[in-house]
């Protein structure tokens, strides 16, 4: 019944869609994107290997998802009164079934793209991505699923941030320079950010069904000085990212002028980051799905000013 009030059918394309998550999928681009234009200050990037590292971070991001709707389904966590948007499985609009296989079906995608990746890069990319299916699978699934235990907010800081941006560069230099590692910083808090607002609005829910996130376990005001402070460190980051394109021995008034200036677009966003912060002090329960969108548009922004920053830098 609540799946034909969404106007959706069951196991149509659009059940498909919604489970998907589709507005999630900048978590996985913008890191392939900011790790590429880290290569390409490098002199080695690479347009076969950037399209495969993409194309791989999307089914990853999407198997999780799946693994997301069905996992917290059979665990109780997508209950009628849900606050976020609807969950293709607890609306009856696909079977569990139809979901396993759907995720199986994005990470072995997700496999056929890593494959490449290994063959040019190798051992180091097929570990990167079994780590990343596991993960994946864990975060909501499994006998110690990491959301469950407050852990989701280490997950997608490592793996959305360092793992996913130093991984693409690595692709595409076989090392990792230290660009690509002060780059995944603001990228992976910003990514983190996004799942604070998702917690902060579920906490009490979460709560009574025994899903115990890092809001549940620190509360709703330090769950906002959390927020404040995965926002604060993005902008601060661009310090390190700025210096390090300018050189070692580089003054910091020089970071302003040169190719270390093109470094400091992503403060265009910051009206919009500060927009955010407000909101999350002010608002609760469904108001906050705004909130979530809003950071996740900021994400996508603050990594394609960052990413646009890195290619200018590389201009005489």
Known sequence: DTGAGLGIEPSSVRAWVLAARLKTLPAAVVPVAVGSSCALVHDGFAWVATLAAGLGALWIQVGTNLANDVFDHERGADTPDRLGPPRAVAEGLLSPAQVRRGMMTAFALATCCGLYLVSIAGWPVLAIGVASILAGIGYTGGPYPLAYNALGDLFVLLFFG??????????????????????????????TAMLVVNNIRDADKDETVGKKTLAVVLGRR??????????????????????????????????????????WLPLLTL????????????R?????????????????VFGGLMSLGLVLSTIP
Request: glycine letters at 8%.
């Open 162 to 191: 360092f793992v996913a941006v130093c991984g693409t560069a690595f692709v595409q230099l076989q090392s990792v320079p230290l660009l690509a590692v002060w780059a995944s910083l603001p990228v992976g808090v910003l990514a």
């Open 284 to 300: 609760s329960g469904a108001d906050l799905n705004s909130t979530l969108a809003g950071t996740a548009q900021l994400l996508l």
């Open 271 to 282: 009206p919009h980051a500060i927009r955010l912060v407000s909101q999350v002090h002010r």
């Open 222 to 263: 330090l769950s906002e000085v959390q927020y404040n402070t995965l926002i604060a460190l993005a902008y601060l980051s661009l310090a390190p990212v700025a210096s390090t394109v300018g050189g070692s021995g580089m003054e910091v008034s020089q970071w302003f002028s040169g190719p270390s200036r093109w470094l």
